[in-house]
């Protein structure tokens, strides 16, 4: 089944403990991107990218990682959180992220509260 | 950057009942999505319509690109449509960002 997994789907850490929340697709998906999703301000891109080795900082980029060293794989990584990065966390993928793009499919979420 | 308006912010029903749900967007876009938020939190994909009419099932909807809108339809409402459904646009620029509208929660009542 063609799908955006995402571990884990729920975390609740406390403040300056080191953690990564994997996303893996299975599509070969060249474009893949994080979300984070906070009341009153809805969705908001955190880190975008366009394939293997390429990334770029989106809206709220702060406090956050990423790495992309295989196509299927792109893990968000938090090396000190605080408790405003509490939030639903969205990865996403599309086959592409240039010209005119393509649908983009979402992972089911990851919930983290941060202590 | 682009902007993007989502009416009503919310909506209830009863089980059976028909609704619109509008999208307006401030520039011309590449990309429009439609998704349904379900109550776990998930984003459920619906349509990918930068233009023109889509139907799967009980739902349909409608881009007018020139004119900077788009249109959910539903169709005897059932409870499990019940959630928050959003608008999303891609506009220019190289990043395939998703802008997001800040939803219509729908509820269907019994």
């Not at chain 2, 959630?83 to 646009?89: E, I, N, P, S």
């Amino acid at each position: 089944e063609a799908q955006v997994t995402q571990n884990p789907r729920y975390l609740i850490t406390v403040t300056g403990k080191k953690l990564t929340v994997t996303c893996s697709q299975n599509m070969n998906h060249e474009y893949m991107s994080w979300y984070r999703q906070d009341p009153g301000l809805g969705l908001r891109q955190i880190y975008y990218s366009m394939n293997v080795e390429v990334t770029d900082k989106g809206d709220v980029p702060e406090g956050y990682k990423v790495s992309r060293k295989e196509k299927r794989n792109f893990p968000l990584i938090l090396e000190s959180p605080s408790p405003n990065q509490t939030s639903l966390y969205f990865c996403a993928s599309s086959p592409t992220g240039r010209g005119l793009g393509a649908p983009q499919y979402f992972g089911p979420g990851t919930r983290l509260t941060v202590l | 950057g682009i902007q993007v308006e989502q009416s009503p912010p919310d909506l209830i029903l009863q089980e059976g009942a028909n609704s619109t749900l509008r999208c307006n967007f401030s520039d011309s876009v590449n990309n429009l999505q439609w998704f349904h938020q379900n109550p776990w939190g998930q984003l459920i994909n619906l349509f990918y319509i930068p233009s023109g009419t889509k139907q799967n099932g009980r739902l349909s909807a409608t881009t007018v690109a020139t004119e900077r809108y788009s249109l959910l339809y539903i169709s005897s409402s059932q409870t499990t449509d019940s959630g928050v459904y959003f608008c999303a646009v891609k506009g220019g620029g190289s990043n395939y960002k998703l802008t997001f509208g800040k939803g219509t929660l729908l509820t269907v009542n019994p």
